[in-house]
Every structure is written in structure tokens, then in C-alpha cells.
């Protein structure tokens, strides 16, 4: 049997980030990844400003983040009536200051490239399940190109949603916004008039029981990700994720595109369903929880890949620490970590989840950050994840968004 320090499971970006950051500190890391070489899946590209100030943070450089983001000067949001506002992040649209479009499939790729430099062993086409979790080790069993058990002190879950890990650790709870199903592909930016938006703006349409949103990406490509309630379910089971994506992209109110001229899409159509994992805690005494695996709620927000640079940094922190024998609180200082970071954003994300489920509330509010200006800029700023995000929860604040 391997003996190692440290198991990760999915080589996301979550994933590669824990690796690298403990190969870095010396520790012998070993990250399995299922898929042999990375290919299009249902995944988020849109990400707050905080989340190029977080991978400068894990010692990314200023040209490795240029060649995998394009920086984004803000986002409009456009109600299901046709009401706009416009979340302006008080960047430049200059990189170091402004929300971006990642390309992932150059961004996924680059960061377990820096796991190996930093000495990790990554081992792609190896699926890895659970054997045994001990309080003070974990074994994990591995299949495909490579094979045998590996014992590590600690075992990283990063294996997104419907994390297998949480599921062995007995964790994994119902998502609190029920299920929901994503569809997420390219379309050419020059070609498609749907898909052009302001340069450098990401736009998201609201529509009954979803929503679609557009972000440029590096390569003259726009992202579409598209989150679907139930109501959509029978559509989509009977016409299947393009011909009702192109649907509802024809119905879009830009320059007055219809369902006729939508380009086919650049890569296929990939899907995911639910959209939406939940955990009632993140961390054991040898395991713990890391990117959407600890837990995922709302890609209105745009919060998924912060969040997973974020947990990955802390994860390593709580992880180095208690390899070192520095921290006497075990891994249980990383869940805390997390509980303060994300906890207050959390709640911003279950109100705006609730205001998207009732449409004539949404609208209500959707009219009022039209009309006032320092209430939208808050808003843009707590969703950027530039100021707390208590500040939306603020009985102040809620009067002067709601207030007539």
C-alpha cells in the first residue's frame, strides 16, 4: 500500500489548487482525476474581481492569469419584463481590478500543470473511491490507469457535486433550493448577434423559473450557462439541452434576435443536473471538503470559482498546519474558516434565490435598483465579493431596496 500525506479526489480547480499549495510546503500529495485529459463540461466561467485577487494570493502571476481570463466591466441584469440594471464592479476593465470570463479549458489544465511542477503526483484517467475513512488516516482505492490503495493522513474531497466523498463521510444533505438543470456551451462572439453583448459586459436574462448568462471569454467566444427549475423538465426530456436552449436564446430582447439566426454552438452542449450540493459539514478528523464538494448554491451570483480558490487556500492552511502538529484544533479550523468567509454570502445568495422564485418580487426589486443608484452600487459590490456581504442583509439596506 502507497502511504502519502495527503489524497486530493478531482482535479478541478479546487483540486489542483489544495495539491500544489501542499506540494509546496514539502508534503507528498497524490490527485486522482477520473477524465484522461480534460474535455467541455457543465462548468462555471463568470467570476467576481475577488477571484483574480485570490490566485495572486496562491502565487499566480499577472501573465498566467492574463493568458486563462478576460476582464469583464460588469454585468447587466435584464428582468423577465424586460427591466435592466447594470452591476458595475468600480474596476477599469483592466485585469487586475474587474470581474472576468475564465476559459476553462485552459484555466483547468494550467493549474494541475502547476500541481505537478510543485511535485504533486497527478494521475489522470484514475477514478478513486472511498475504502475506508479512519479517524486518524483514510485508504482510497484507485481504478483505471493506475491501480492499488493509497493510505493518506488526510483525504481532500474536491469532486464537485454529488461528491462521493461527502457521501462516505455521511454529510451530504438535500440542496436547500431544490433541483435544478444547467446547460452551458460557446457561441462565436463575432458571428452570433445574440451572443455579442457590449464588449467586455456580461449580461444575465431572468426568466421564468431560470435564468441565461452570457460572459465573453478569451478566444472571441461567449459562454452560455443557462440554470432551468423543474417546469423546464418535461421540455427537456422531450426536446432535449440545444433545441431548447436556441429557444430560449431566440426569445432573448437583443437586436431583435429570434430562434432562427442562433448559430450553432461551438462545443457540445453540456449539461448537469442537480445544480446544487449541500453538506452539513465540510471537515472530519482525516477528511475534508474543498470547492463545490463543501457545498454549492447559487451560479447566479457567480461565485463558484472564489469560492473554490478561497477553500482551497484554507483547506491547505488547516491541512499544512496539521501535518505540523501546529494546530491543535485538527482540520475543525478549516470548517470555521469557511463558515466565516462564506456564511454571511450564503444568505445573500438563499435572498436572491428567493426573489428570483417569486417573478413579480423580483421585479419589484428589479426596478428599484434600476432607479437608485446607491443602492445598486452596494448590491454590485457585495455580489462581487468586494465588500461583506452583511451589508445586504443590513435592515438599513433591505429599506432602501424595498422601501417605495
Same mark, same amino acid.
Given at each position: 500500500?502507497?502511504?502519502?500525506?495527503?489524497?486530493?479526489?478531482?482535479?478541478?480547480?479546487?483540486?489542483?489548487?489544495?495539491?500544489?499549495?501542499?506540494?509546496?510546503?514539502?508534503?507528498?500529495?497524490?490527485?486522482?482525476?477520473?477524465?484522461?485529459?480534460?474535455?467541455?463540461?457543465?462548468?462555471?466561467?463568470?467570476?467576481?474581481?475577488?477571484?483574480?485577487?485570490?490566485?495572486?494570493?496562491?502565487?499566480?502571476?499577472?501573465?498566467?492569469?492574463?493568458?486563462?481570463?478576460?476582464?469583464?466591466?460588469?454585468?447587466?441584469?435584464?428582468?423577465?419584463?424586460?427591466?435592466?440594471?447594470?452591476?458595475?464592479?468600480?474596476?477599469?476593465?483592466?485585469?487586475?481590478?474587474?470581474?472576468?470570463?475564465?476559459?476553462?479549458?485552459?484555466?483547468?489544465?494550467?493549474?494541475?500543470?502547476?500541481?505537478?511542477?510543485?511535485?504533486?503526483?497527478?494521475?489522470?484517467?484514475?477514478?478513486?473511491?472511498?475504502?475506508?475513512?479512519?479517524?486518524?488516516?483514510?485508504?482510497?482505492?484507485?481504478?483505471?490507469?493506475?491501480?492499488?490503495?493509497?493510505?493518506?493522513?488526510?483525504?481532500?474531497?474536491?469532486?464537485?457535486?454529488?461528491?462521493?466523498?461527502?457521501?462516505?463521510?455521511?454529510?451530504?444533505?438535500?440542496?436547500?433550493?431544490?433541483?435544478?438543470?444547467?446547460?452551458?456551451?460557446?457561441?462565436?462572439?463575432?458571428?452570433?448577434?445574440?451572443?455579442?453583448?457590449?464588449?467586455?459586459?456580461?449580461?444575465?436574462?431572468?426568466?421564468?423559473?431560470?435564468?441565461?448568462?452570457?460572459?465573453?471569454?478569451?478566444?472571441?467566444?461567449?459562454?452560455?450557462?443557462?440554470?432551468? +427549475?423543474?417546469?423546464?423538465?418535461? $421540455?427537456? &426530456?422531450?426536446?432535449?439541452?440545444? #433545441? !431548447?436552449? =436556441?429557444?430560449?436564446? /431566440?426569445? *432573448?430582447?437583443?437586436?431583435?434576435?429570434?430562434?432562427?439566426?442562433?448559430?450553432?454552438?461551438?462545443?457540445?452542449?453540456?449539461?448537469?443536473?442537480?445544480?446544487?450540493?449541500?453538506?452539513?459539514?465540510?471537515?472530519?478528523?482525516?477528511?475534508?471538503?474543498?470547492?463545490?464538494?463543501?457545498?454549492?448554491?447559487?451560479?447566479?451570483?457567480?461565485?463558484?470559482?472564489?469560492?473554490?480558490?478561497?477553500?482551497?487556500?484554507?483547506?491547505?492552511?488547516?491541512?499544512?498546519?496539521?501535518?505540523?502538529?501546529?494546530?491543535?484544533?485538527?482540520?475543525? +479550523?478549516?470548517?470555521?474558516?469557511? $463558515?466565516? &468567509?462564506?456564511?454571511?454570502?450564503? #444568505? !445573500?445568495? =438563499?435572498?436572491?434565490? /428567493?426573489? *428570483?422564485?417569486?417573478?413579480?418580487?423580483?421585479?419589484?426589486?428589479?426596478?428599484?435598483?434600476?432607479?437608485?443608484?446607491?443602492?445598486?452600487?452596494?448590491?454590485?459590490?457585495?455580489?462581487?465579493?468586494?465588500?461583506?456581504?452583511?451589508?445586504?442583509?443590513?435592515?438599513?439596506?433591505?429599506?432602501?431596496?424595498?422601501?417605495?
Amino acid at each position: 500500500m502507497e502511504v502519502v500525506d495527503v489524497a486530493v479526489v478531482g482535479g478541478g480547480p479546487a483540486g489542483a489548487l489544495t495539491a500544489m499549495l501542499l506540494a509546496r510546503e514539502g508534503r507528498e500529495v497524490v490527485l486522482f482525476e477520473r477524465a484522461p485529459r480534460w474535455r467541455w463540461r457543465a462548468c462555471g466561467v463568470f467570476a467576481s474581481p475577488a477571484s483574480t485577487t485570490a490566485l495572486r494570493e496562491v502565487g499566480l502571476s499577472e501573465d498566467v492569469i492574463a493568458a486563462v481570463a478576460r476582464p469583464l466591466v460588469g454585468m447587466e441584469v435584464v428582468s423577465a419584463r424586460g427591466t435592466r440594471f447594470r452591476l458595475d464592479y468600480g474596476g477599469t476593465g483592466e485585469l487586475a481590478d474587474s470581474a472576468v470570463g475564465f476559459d476553462r479549458g485552459a484555466l483547468d489544465p494550467l493549474l494541475l500543470d502547476l500541481a505537478r511542477e510543485a511535485g504533486a503526483s497527478v494521475r489522470a484517467g484514475t477514478t478513486a473511491s472511498i475504502a475506508r475513512l479512519e479517524p486518524d488516516h483514510a485508504i482510497v482505492r484507485a481504478e483505471g490507469a493506475q491501480l492499488g490503495d493509497v493510505r493518506a493522513r488526510v483525504l481532500v474531497g474536491a469532486d464537485g457535486l454529488r461528491s462521493r466523498i461527502a457521501l462516505a463521510a455521511g454529510v451530504e444533505r438535500r440542496p436547500a433550493l431544490g433541483t435544478r438543470a444547467a446547460l452551458t456551451f460557446h457561441l462565436a462572439e463575432a458571428e452570433s448577434e445574440v451572443a455579442r453583448p457590449e464588449p467586455g459586459l456580461a449580461r444575465m436574462h431572468v426568466l421564468r423559473d431560470g435564468y441565461c448568462g452570457l460572459a465573453p471569454v478569451l478566444g472571441g467566444r461567449v459562454n452560455v450557462g443557462i440554470v432551468l +427549475g423543474r417546469s423546464w423538465f418535461p $421540455r427537456l &426530456r422531450r426536446d432535449r439541452g440545444w #433545441a !431548447v436552449a =436556441r429557444q430560449i436564446l /431566440g426569445a *432573448l430582447p437583443e437586436r431583435g434576435a429570434s430562434a432562427t439566426d442562433v448559430d450553432r454552438p461551438l462545443d457540445w452542449v453540456a449539461g448537469a443536473m442537480p445544480v446544487g450540493h449541500a453538506v452539513s459539514r465540510r471537515a472530519g478528523d482525516s477528511w475534508l471538503l474543498v470547492g463545490d464538494a463543501g457545498g454549492f448554491l447559487d451560479p447566479f451570483t457567480g461565485e463558484g470559482l472564489h469560492r473554490a480558490i478561497v477553500s482551497a487556500q484554507l483547506a491547505a492552511e488547516a491541512v499544512a498546519g496539521l501535518l505540523a502538529g501546529r494546530s491543535s484544533a485538527g482540520l475543525a +479550523g478549516y470548517e470555521r474558516a469557511m $463558515r466565516a &468567509r462564506f456564511g454571511a454570502k450564503d #444568505a !445573500v445568495s =438563499r435572498l436572491v434565490q /428567493g426573489f *428570483l422564485g417569486r417573478p413579480a418580487l423580483f421585479e419589484y426589486a428589479a426596478r428599484r435598483l434600476a432607479a437608485r443608484s446607491h443602492v445598486r452600487e452596494t448590491m454590485a459590490l457585495v455580489i462581487g465579493d468586494l465588500a461583506p456581504a452583511g451589508r445586504a442583509l443590513d435592515p438599513r439596506y433591505l429599506a432602501a431596496l424595498l422601501g417605495p
